[in-house]
Structures are given as C-alpha cells and as structure tokens.
Nanobody, 126 residues
Framework: QVQLVESGGGLVQAGGSLRLSCAASGRFFNNYAMGWFRQAPGKEREFVAGISWVSTIYYEDSVKGRFTISRDNAKNTLYLQMDSLKPEDTAVYYC????????????????????WGQGTQVTVSS
C-alpha cells in the first residue's frame, strides 16, 4: 500500500499557474502507474492525467497543452504543473496510485486506483 499526500493547491487568477505535488511513502513507488483526478462540487471525480512506471502519459482532453504530469522516482514524488488555468479547473485535486494489474501500466479508470491522497483545493477566479 502506498500513502499519498498532496500539496500545492490554492487560489489563482485565470491564466495563472500552480504546481501540485504528491509525496508517496511506502515501497516500490517507481513500480506504480500514478494519476491525478479532480472533483468539482456536485460532479463525479474525473481523470485529469496519468503516468506509467516508464512515464507513458495520458491527459484528459480539456487539459492537453496546459497541464504537465511528471514523476521523480528518486524522490517518490508525483507532480502536476498546471498552466493557463481556467475557472472550470476549480476542483479538489487528488493523486492516486494504481492497484489493478498490471500496476505499472497507465490507466484512466478511477476503479483501477487503490490508494488516494486527501486532496488539495484548487480555485481559479475569473
């Protein structure tokens, strides 16, 4: 099991940037595919970006070209660089570690992730 703690959220104006971090504890972080999800009020949690153990990357269409996911396996940390933020990006952002087999392969499915952080609030004002 991997324990995850997000940080870096906050309030930013439209067009601004934020960098989210997700610190992982536990063994074999580098073996897991990781993902970022978000949940806005009254909406279901949705996939934002995912990265495999060898850094194959997927993005949700609305964030392509604006968000960048990366991982530093030496530091057991996952990142999400968010640029050109829009009010519709406002949500609680969660990082997650995949638990479904094969654990290293990237996935967009919420059900494939077994470990979740507590979330960090991102608010984009217009």
């Amino acid at each position: 099991q991997v324990q995850l703690v997000e940080s870096g959220g906050g309030l930013v104006q439209a067009g601004g940037s934020l960098r989210l971090s997700c610190a992982a504890s536990g063994r074999f972080f580098n073996n897991y595919a990781m993902g970022w999800f978000r949940q806005a009020p009254g909406k279901e949690r949705e996939f934002v970006a995912g990265i495999s153990w060898v850094s194959t990357i997927y993005y949700e269409d609305s964030v392509k070209g604006r968000f960048t996911i990366s991982r530093d396996n030496a530091k057991n940390t996952l990142y999400l660089q968010m640029d050109s933020l829009k009010p519709e990006d406002t949500a609680v952002y969660y990082c997650a570690a995949k638990s479904a087999y094969p654990m290293g392969a990237v996935t967009t499915k919420t059900a494939d992730f077994g470990s979740w952080g507590q979330g960090t609030q991102v608010t984009v004002s217009s």
